[in-house]
């Protein structure tokens, strides 16, 4: 449904979907009517290939909220702003944020919250461990309780060239690591997103995928200041589209490594397989930090557009970031 809703300005789905993915496209399309109900190859109207009527803002709301809080969890939120962080831009308002993200484990269109139903992310655990003095699993309760949240301001730039700038809700990767005591062997950190078939309908659709979702990061990346474990956004609970409960946020690299939805992070002395990298190593790299003057193989990065405004900025070398990360990269 996505392409009969583009607009002039964007790239056409053949030129930012993964090519495997364009390739099943009229599969997924069969899949998402589908899901959809709409059975059968009989006359299909417009709207319903379109995703139906435009929806509400609390339509998109009530989607991807995770309920019950606990009332404990509920006081946390809004953290306290860190003012250090400051956008250079108008921030992304949270519907425009709300309905177009990627989370493939749901589907490959940008309309995730339409099927996120069935994800249920509570309880959640988070197995931390690996080359490390104190491996340690946490439940969301002993993540509110031992690390203290705050919220910033960060830019996200997407591979596919949107972009958006949000208030995320977290804590510093770093503090967690700390906890487990890391010890000199480890070089990397892994990072994986949960894998239920059953409450996911991507990962259903599509079976050949190497699920579960993977990421990683050196581990003087993993420690850097700006790497943020994520619990909410806009000042709230995170949605289930956004990566419920708990995800990361990594303003300096392509949205592709902020994995979403973890269940596990591993400590480890080799560079750890990463879901993109698998699929399309040509495509997208294990560094994956946002360069202007480094082409995308099917385009360029030089510009990069906002979600909702479609405003369109030059692209900044490490997403602006440089003055937190440019010594992790020496030239
Ligand atoms: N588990 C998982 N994490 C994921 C993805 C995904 O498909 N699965 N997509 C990534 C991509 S490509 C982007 S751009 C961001 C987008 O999500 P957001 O808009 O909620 O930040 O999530 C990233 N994290
Ligand atoms: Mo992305």
């Given amino acids: ?69 606990p009332e404990k969890q509920k006081s946390i939120y809004p953290a306290e702003k860190n003012a250090a962080f400051e956008y250079d831009r108008p921030e992304t308002a949270k519907r425009d944020a709300a309905e177009y993200t990627n989370f493939y484990e749901f589907s490959t269109s940008k309309q995730t919250w339409r099927f996120v139903d069935k994800f249920n992310p509570s309880p959640w655990t988070i197995e931390v461990g690996g080359l490390c003095a104190k491996p340690k699993t946490f439940d969301m309760d002993d993540i509110y309780k031992t690390f203290s949240l705050e919220e910033r301001a960060y830019r996200h730039r997407c591979v596919e060239t949107w972009a958006m700038a949000v208030p995320w809700t977290g804590f510093p990767l770093k503090e967690l690591l700390k906890l487990v005591e890391p010890n000199s062997k480890a070089k990397f950190v892994a990072l994986e997103t949960f894998n239920k078939p059953e409450e996911a309908p991507g990962i259903q659709s599509d079976p050949h995928h190497p699920w579960p979702y993977t990421e990683g990061l050196t581990i003087e990346e993993a420690t850097n200041d700006l790497a943020l474990l994520a619990t909410g956004i806009y000042g709230e609970p995170m949605p289930k589209q956004h990566g419920a409960p708990i995800r990361l946020v990594l303003p300096w690299k392509y949205g592709f490594k902020s994995v979403k939805s973890i269940v596990k992070i591993t400590l480890t002395d080799k560079r ?17 930090n946002v360069e202007p003057e480094v082409p995308h193989p099917r385009w360029s990065q030089k510009t990069e557009w906002m979600l909702g405004t479609r405003e369109r900025f030059d692209t900044q070398k490490y997403n602006g970031y440089g003055e937190y990360v440019g010594n992790l990269y020496p030239v």
């Fill in 272 to 288: 750890p397989e990463t879901f993109w990298n698998i699929i399309n190593p040509r495509e997208y790299g294990f560094e994956a």
């Fill in 1 to 69: 449904m996505f392409y009969i809703n583009r607009k002039p300005w964007d790239l056409h789905q053949s030129k930012h979907t993964p090519v495997d993915v364009y390739k099943n496209r009229k599969l997924h399309r069969r899949e998402f009517l589908k899901m959809m109900g709409i059975a059968g190859t009989g006359a299909v109207s417009l709207s319903q290939l379109t995703g139906c009527e435009k929806a509400t803002d609390e339509e998109i709301e009530q989607a991807g909220a995770v309920e019950p809080l």
